[in-house]
DNA sequence: CAATCTGTTCTACTTGAATTATAACAAATT
DNA sequence: AATTTGTTATAATTCAAGTAGAACAGATTG
């Protein structure tokens, strides 16, 4: 898999892996109807406790970006279409916007800035 | 002050103190040069532990927002100029940045809904 | 100058999250 | 029938976060 675990960074590992999961999803690395590996074999692959990966599982679940089917798997779903997301899921990134935003004002970064680091982002994770 | 702790947050303390302190600075509730109360004021105050508000000025200083002057108090200092930013502090917050897009990608949202949230987040912020 | 306030440093303790480690179970798959 | 699946439960370890108290030395203040 794509996936790179760093065991001492300050980010937990089941929300390093959920972040990369998301980024697969995004990159297309693994398309919507396909199956992630079942927790133990991924946790085999990555060195890491079987619990661990299936946090991060249950996380993605809850963000309604994949389905677990119990005794049997984790499904990625199918993706909503660009640009038509709903007024809670826009309160929710910019929840998580906020501090980011703050802290790049402050750092000296104006609107230009901003559109262009996320276009760039953008084209990298697209 | 304008401060407020959630004490159960699943964000740490020191983390929260960090992130409103800098909003203070960007919304101009605290002037450059304006020293911030002492460590056990505040503490005091947000009924926290001493260390904990320590804990939170020196992460504002590795970020170049204040001034620690030892045995004596933290100043705020003179914010940059909005849009000059250089390579490091962009690097840094394309890094911020980066799961955060991937997150919002992934949520439905298009490079227009970025646009809409910054914008709004800053007239909120500044 | 004396008293107070400052950040600093140190030790120690508690709490809880994160992670690992087994084990067992029942449903699904092969 | 055997294996694999996610689920559940228990237990242990590790470490960050937070609290607590004390002592120190420089800075500030009256």
Do not use: C, W
């Not at 980024?23 to 991924?42: A, C, F, H, Q, Y």
Request: hydrophobic share 40%; glycine share 8%.
């Amino acid at each position: 898999m794509f996936i790179q675990i760093q065991p001492h960074s300050d980010t937990p590992i089941y929300i390093q892996l959920t972040q990369q999961i998301i980024e697969g999803i995004v990159n297309k690395d693994i398309e919507p109807g396909e199956s992630l590996p079942s927790v133990r074999t991924l946790a085999a692959d990555l060195g890491v406790n079987m619990h661990t990966v299936n946090k991060s599982y249950h996380e993605l679940e809850k963000k309604g970006l994949i389905t677990i089917i119990p005794k049997s798997g984790a499904i990625v779903n199918v993706p909503r279409k660009m640009g038509n997301a709903n007024a809670e899921q826009l309160d929710y990134m910019e929840k998580m916007l906020r501090p980011v935003v703050a802290e790049g004002i402050v750092q000296g970064l104006g609107m230009n800035d901003f559109e262009k680091l996320i276009k760039r982002l953008m084209k990298t994770l697209y």
